[in-house]
């Protein structure tokens, strides 16, 4: 279990990608439109967030770095300049489609947790920055996303502010209590070691909650999806526009600021990179299947734009920004 576990992490933007066709397909030989996917997408969200938020060690934060200037350029461009962004592309790209244009939306507003983190090592970039920036906007995502949903979608669609808090606060909170609970409780009764090793296996329980979530999700939507195929090229149009105009300013954003590559590259990747998870199960748990059926195209699309920033302008940005000694 614990080598498939790791596989389907490793390989993620296959398995959703395969996901992603499998559900297609079983919408619509089954019609399954009118299926209420409530109890499986809550049952999804769990299984996505627990195992994430037990694996991030939220102590850590204290002995992490206290580069200020790179928290605050950083979580401002996770927040605010990536729903200036969203909103432009809202407003242009999708505008024919307000369901659509919520899920980009909800991208810029939701920034990247604790996959900050992960990215950060394969890129070589600061891990100790990216964990105090992980943590800092995952504990704002439940009060700043809300006020940026509600300025931003105002006339997308309509939802009421203090209800999406107290979601985000729930989806967030209990799991975030129920790891810090379940991580003290391994180390205590057993050791860091054995803790360390049993949290390879988080990320790949995660996926399987995000395959969950994008099958039923997609299934629900797949007819209307087939028959309208101008729905996926609006979103990867949407989603990738996003993503280039989010590195271009990120890393202009970094080379004013003075920003060797380890701390520009933490700054790139929290402009780009948005939660899968959180975005995923907010919109299953309160918007229409056509805003989570545009999401589901980001886990996709995200990774492979990632691997293609890290192992593709990598050496560029390497040159650009320069490498601390």
């Given at each position: 279990?614990?080598?498939?576990?790791?596989?389907?992490?490793?390989?993620?933007?296959?398995?959703?990608?395969?996901?992603?066709?499998?559900?297609?397909?079983?919408?619509?030989?089954?019609?399954?439109?009118?299926?209420?996917?409530?109890?499986?997408?809550?049952?999804?969200?769990?299984?996505?967030?627990?195992?994430?938020?037990?694996?991030?060690?939220?102590?850590?934060?204290?002995?992490?770095?206290?580069?200020?200037?790179?928290?605050?350029?950083?979580?401002?461009f996770a927040f605010i300049?990536?729903?200036?962004?969203?909103?432009?592309?809202?407003?242009?790209?999708?505008?024919?489609?307000?369901?659509?244009?919520?899920?980009?939306?909800?991208?810029?507003?939701?920034?990247?947790?604790?996959?900050?983190?992960?990215?950060?090592?394969?890129?070589?970039?600061?891990?100790?920055?990216?964990?105090?920036?992980?943590?800092?906007?995952?504990?704002?995502?439940?009060?700043?996303?809300?006020?940026?949903?509600?300025?931003?979608?105002?006339?997308?669609?309509?939802?009421?502010?203090?209800?999406?808090?107290?979601?985000?606060?729930?989806?967030i909170l209990i799991p975030?209590?129920?790891?810090?609970?379940?991580?003290?409780?391994?180390?205590?009764?057993?050791?860091?070691?054995?803790?360390?090793?049993?949290?390879?296996?988080?990320?790949?329980?995660?996926?399987?909650?995000?395959?969950?979530?994008?099958?039923?999700?997609?299934?629900?939507?797949?007819?209307?999806?087939?028959?309208?195929?101008?729905?996926?090229?609006?979103?990867?149009?949407?989603?990738?526009?996003?993503?280039?105009?989010?590195?271009?300013?990120?890393?202009?954003?970094?080379?004013?600021?003075?920003?060797?590559?380890?701390?520009?590259?933490?700054?790139?990747?929290?402009?780009?990179?948005?939660?899968?998870?959180?975005?995923?199960?907010?919109?299953?748990?309160?918007?229409?299947?056509?805003?989570?059926?545009?999401?589901?195209?980001?886990?996709?699309?995200?990774?492979?734009?990632?691997?293609?920033?890290?192992?593709?302008?990598?050496?560029?940005?390497?040159?650009?920004?320069?490498?601390?000694?």
């Amino acid at each position: 279990m614990k080598k498939v576990l790791m596989h389907i992490k490793h390989r993620l933007y296959l398995y959703v990608t395969l996901d992603f066709i499998i559900a297609l397909i079983v919408g619509n030989v089954w019609d399954i439109s009118k299926v209420n996917i409530k109890p499986v997408s809550i049952f999804a969200v769990f299984l996505m967030l627990y195992p994430m938020l037990t694996g991030l060690m939220i102590e850590r934060v204290k002995k992490a770095g206290r580069n200020y200037k790179l928290i605050i350029s950083s979580l401002t461009f996770a927040f605010i300049i990536a729903s200036v962004t969203a909103y432009i592309i809202s407003r242009t790209i999708l505008v024919s489609q307000p369901e659509l244009a919520f899920a980009i939306l909800m991208v810029g507003a939701i920034p990247c947790s604790n996959m900050l983190i992960g990215w950060s090592g394969i890129a070589d970039a600061s891990v100790e920055d990216a964990l105090v920036i992980a943590v800092s906007g995952l504990l704002l995502i439940p009060f700043v996303s809300p006020i940026i949903l509600k300025l931003t979608g105002a006339g997308l669609v309509h939802f009421q502010a203090g209800k999406l808090i107290i979601n985000l606060l729930l989806l967030i909170l209990i799991p975030l209590i129920l790891g810090l609970w379940t991580r003290r409780t391994i180390i205590r009764r057993r050791s860091m070691e054995y803790f360390m090793e049993v949290k390879k296996v988080f990320p790949g329980i995660s996926s399987l909650g995000i395959l969950l979530i994008v099958f039923v999700s997609v299934a629900k939507v797949a007819s209307l999806a087939v028959n309208k195929p101008i729905i996926f090229l609006l979103v990867l149009g949407g989603l990738i526009t996003y993503y280039i105009i989010q590195t271009l300013l990120a890393v202009l954003a970094a080379k004013l600021l003075g920003f060797r590559y380890q701390q520009g590259m933490i700054l790139i990747l929290s402009a780009v990179a948005s939660s899968q998870a959180i975005s995923l199960s907010i919109a299953a748990t309160m918007f229409s299947s056509m805003t989570v059926f545009a999401l589901s195209f980001k886990p996709i699309i995200q990774v492979f734009y990632i691997m293609l920033l890290i192992y593709g302008m990598g050496p560029w940005l390497k040159r650009f920004l320069s490498i601390d000694d």
